[in-house]
């Protein structure tokens, strides 16, 4: 039977907060200075994860707007709300060309060493920008595909490294053998931000596609967040017993140096190809919905169509992929100890913060004046 | 508002560009080859992108006359 | 026009000449009726004359001295046959072109045309193109009346409707609707409907005309969203499963509409199989469909910029083989490719009687001599070879067009950014799927539930 496909589903939801979170952190060295522990401390953040997009969309939910840009203009008033807006405007820009430029970095490295780090850019926004341009309930179905082909993909990996046997889960003892407190502070400061904290990202989508935002879907997100936490400390647990914590310190591209590492009867040598290629459909996921975080405040500051806005954003991101770090050791520092600590903190979890706090005393100060109304 | 636009490309390049540069490069931008490069393909980019939104503006501006 | 047919009786000769032409087929017969003057009219290459004597001449010559008037006569003799009472030159016309014989008596002011068949039909046959190996062997034919009989025959339902339409006003060519009336969706049932009336005084007389017409996107489509079908078994399947076909007179197919993308992967052959081995064809077609759309690319992909993804004794064999050849691999390859293509299309134009000797010429001298000369290295022979297996492997026919077309852009994109260029080309090409529409169903599906 054929199926018009005018309204969303919460599965296509899960999906894409899935896709979304495995995004760059799959790419990425998550947990790098935890060392044996990093799974576990993944494993940890996934649960901090499911209240932290519980929260995002309550704070959708009970503010009763559209996107977090409504948000903030009834948070702070219009001047302060856009000004907020705009904030925030050029802070997913900035991220969508951190993921970027990840992207190109591991093209780079591991697939096309020989073609400049422009190029490859260009490549991908033309994909971006062909992406965004089919419409959001086009993309969304994409990333349906998507999933479908990043869940065969990982699957076939996990067979494959079962087969190759070239494992040792006695990499993984002792287990918190520096005890809780080593692990703490990086779970606070860089894992809940990097993957999950950018779920706040989707407070822009959420609202369009689920204009009630009924509990289904807050429970739909959890679970979505709940399994690509386990999906992720899957792949930290895989990659820390190929190799071991200290060369997984060192690795730049974690997942991708142990499908490398896979070798069976000679013939399958190096499939990290087809991780890369799920690798790309994760990292085309996020900077997606980053880039129409970013355009749709646009589009909400200055009252143009989507559309119209995305090809000079889209070139704008790639310009700024390009500077945001000379080359990729200056990135991964930058990435993973002065963007999450700076940059992510605030914006993720004290504005939010902030803003509830706001909205509550905001109604709590209307609901005496409605009372003495009547 | 159109104009606006244009506006906020230029600011957020601005200061985007100042974020980065400062973090990153400390104004020494035309050093290496490498620098040089990708200098060439940003400005390219971003006067295809200015010329965009000039080009989207002026229909805008063409359209209930 | 609200003219008489005529005004004077006399005048009618000349009145006819003038409306109907010289045409040697044209036949007009002065008869009596009941001591009044009449005409007959028909076209001799419609009618045939067994039909004419027995339906009209027969009934004319045993109750025209009794009967008063036209009508009576038509209600008493010719009880049976379809008719119509016609006031216009131009719709008697358009009767007259539809295998109908027309009757005018003095003193009536209407015409009474009635259906008479009788020019000779193709006998059904075997389908050409989707041959058939369980289900039934029988193919529509050109004549309409036979192909909904075909269809009518299986579906005996009062729920089939069959809706017709007489498009392109003065060259009378009948499109009929037909759908099942409880199964299909109103909104898509209208929207079939507005676009063949749309094409109402357009000159459509071919189901390809009409196809582009009913088609989503008037401009462009890589990918087909109308199914071109010749097999009975598979229109009555679509038909159950709530879609529409419209059937031109003319053409031995059928279109059905609306089709997604997965409807290119079922055949008609397999509802007659078990379930086991649909899974595995489907997921099969699927892969053919890939290996197809991907292979040259990613040969050219891995020769030129990532030799490690094969393993290292073929690489190693691959760049022997390679060693001393004049050309570029994208050349080679693209020549190769352009040989296989012009080969399968004149395996199609060629008479029957010729096509051995084509099958040995393409085969001798792409496959031996070629390679034999040193222009180009065996593998690209192979890997043509099996792309082209594959492309026959498609249940339907227009499909494999857009494959081929969309193979060459791979074979581009791989030239230029290698293995990463197929990833990005891949995204590209679904994302396009996603976006196309067919009568407003997404062009892909997927089933998942809806809140």
Partial sequence: MLRKMDSYSPYQLFVLIFLFLEGTAILMNVGFDLGRDAWLATLVCTFFGMFLVWWYISLIRHSKQKTIYDVFKLALGKVGGTLLGVLYITYFLYICARDMRDLTELIKNAVLPALPLEWTALCFMAIIIYVLWIGTQNFIHLFMLFGFAFAAILAIFFALVIADGNYDFHNLLPVLGDGPMSVLPSIFTQILEFPFGELIAFTVIIGTMFPMLPSKVSKMAMLSVLAAGLLLTLTVVVELVTFGPSIRERAMFPLVSAARNISIGNFLERIEMFIIFAILLTVVVKVCIFAYAAIQGVAWYSGKPFKSLIIPYVLLTTVISFYVSNNMSEHINAGLRFVPFFIHIPFQFIIPALLFILILIKSRWRKPNEQSAV | MRTFFLILIFVLVGALNLLCLYENEHWHFLVTFTQTKKLATASLLMIFAIAYSAAMDWKERKKPT | MNNPLYENWDELESVIQRTFGKTTDFVKVPIVFNNRKGWILYYSSLVGSDDLSSK????????????????????????????????????????????????????????????????????????????????????????????????????????????????????VTGAVLVYLDGVIDPGLLEE?????????????????????????????????????????????????????????????????????????????????????????????????????????????????????????????????????????????????????????????????????????????????????????????????????????????????????????????????????????????????LVSQRSFGYPYLQFNIKRP
């Fill in chain 3, 56 to 171: 009209l001449m027969l009934p004319l010559n045993l109750y025209a001295g009794k009967t008063d008037s036209l009508k009576q006569f038509r209600a008493e003799a010719l009880a049976s046959i379809n008719y119509q009472y016609l006031s216009e030159w131009v719709s008697i016309a358009r009767q007259l072109n539809k295998n109908s014989v027309c009757m005018l008596v003095e003193g009536e002011p209407e015409a009474l045309t009635i259906e008479i068949g009788g020019y000779s039909e193709r006998a059904l046959s075997e389908p050409n193109i989707q041959p058939s190996v369980y289900g039934p062997k029988i193919a529509f034919t050109e004549d309409i009346v036979t192909n909904l009989s075909l269809l009518r025959r299986i579906l005996r339902t009062k729920s089939l409707q069959i809706e017709s339409y007489d498009i392109s006003s003065d060259m």
């Fill in chain 3, 192 to 432: 079939a409907r507005q676009r063949i009336r749309s094409l109402e005084g357009k000159k459509v007389t071919t189901l390809t005309h009409l196809m582009k017409q009913l088609r989503d996107n008037q401009k462009t489509n890589f990918f087909p969203t109308l199914m071109m079908n010749e097999r009975q078994d598979a229109c009555i399947a679509k038909l159950m499963e709530g879609r529409a076909v419209v059937l031109i007179d003319g053409t031995p197919s059928a279109i059905i509409m609306p089709v997604v993308f997965q409807d290119f992967f079922d055949s008609a052959e397999d509802a007659y199989l078990p379930k086991a081995m649909l899974v595995f064809l489907r997921l099969l077609r699927y892969f053919t469909f890939f290996i197809a759309l991907l292979l040259p690319g990613i040969y050219i992909g891995v020769i030129n910029y990532n030799y490690e993804i094969i393993p290292i004794n073929l690489a190693m064999e691959i760049a022997g083989l390679r060693s001393n050849l004049p050309f570029p691999s994208v050349i080679e390859l693209l020549l190769v490719e352009g040989a296989f293509e012009i080969m399968r299309e004149g395996s199609i134009r060629m008479p029957k009687i010729v096509g051995n000797a084509l099958t040995v010429v393409g085969a001798l001298v792409i496959g031996q001599a070629a390679v034999q000369a040193g222009i180009v290295s065996i593998v690209v022979i192979i890997i043509v070879a099996f792309t082209g297996l594959c492309s026959y492997a498609f249940p339907h026919y227009n499909f494999s067009f857009s494959v081929r077309l969309m193979r060459f852009a791979f074979i581009g994109i791989a030239s230029i950014l290698g293995i990463f260029g197929i990833f990005l080309g891949c995204i590209a090409l679904f994302a396009y």
